[in-house]
C-alpha cells in the first residue's frame, strides 16, 4: 500500500500534482481543503465552524481535520493505498495519521515537498482567485497570512517525517510535466 503525503505550501501545486498521482498509481485521494469546502457550501455546522478559522487564513482545528480523515479511511480500507493532499498541517495531525495508519498496518511512505518561492506563490493564487472566485485567493494580506500560518504551524512537519526518514523534496517551480516527472520517480 502506498501512502503519500503531497506536502507545501498553500499555491505549490498540490491539488494538480495529485489529480495525476491518483491517475497513475489508483491512490484514494484525500483533500481535507476539498472535504472542508463541500462542508461550507453545504452550510453544515462543521462548514460554518470551519469557515470561521478559514477566513481568516488560519487553521481548522485539529479534532475536526482528524475526524473527517479517519472517517474517509475507514469507508476506504480496501483502497491500493491514500494520497493525502493538505493533510496533515501540524506535527499532532502527522502523529494522529502515524497512529491511525500503523493500526491498519500501512504507514505512511513518503512525505514529498513540493517547494516554491513565495513570491510565486503569491502569484499563483491571486492568479487561482481570479479564476476560482475562491475568497481566500483575492486578497493578498490573506494569502501572506496563510504563508505565516504554514511556516508556524506546518513547515515543522517537514523535521518530523525527516526523522523517519520519510521526506523528500520536489522543486515545484518546474513545469507541470517535469514536476509530475520527479513524483513518479520517487514513487516507482
Known sequence: MKNIVLFGPPGAGKGTQSERLIEKY?????STGDI??????????????ANEYIEKGELVPDEVVIGMVANK???????????????????????????ML???GHPITKMIALEVDEDELTKRLLLRGETSGRADDQDEATI????????NETLPLKDYYDAQGKYL????????????????????
Not at 26 to 30: A, M, S, V, Y
Not at 36 to 49: M, N, Q
Not at 144 to 151: G, L, Q, T
Open 26 to 30: 489508483k491512490l484514494i485521494h484525500l
Open 36 to 49: 472542508l469546502r463541500a462542508e461550507r457550501k453545504a452550510g453544515t455546522t462543521l462548514g460554518k465552524k
Open 73 to 99: 479511511i475507514n469507508e476506504n480500507l480496501n483502497a491500493i493505498g491514500f494520497i493525502f493532499d493538505g493533510f496533515p498541517r501540524t506535527t499532532a495531525q502527522g502523529e494522529a495519521l502515524d497512529e
Open 102 to 104: 500503523n493500526k491498519l
Open 144 to 151: 501572506r497570512n496563510r504563508f505565516k500560518v504554514y511556516n
Open 169 to 188: 523534496g520536489v522543486n515545484g517551480m518546474n513545469r507541470i510535466e517535469t514536476v509530475f516527472g520527479d513524483l513518479c520517480k520517487i514513487l516507482d
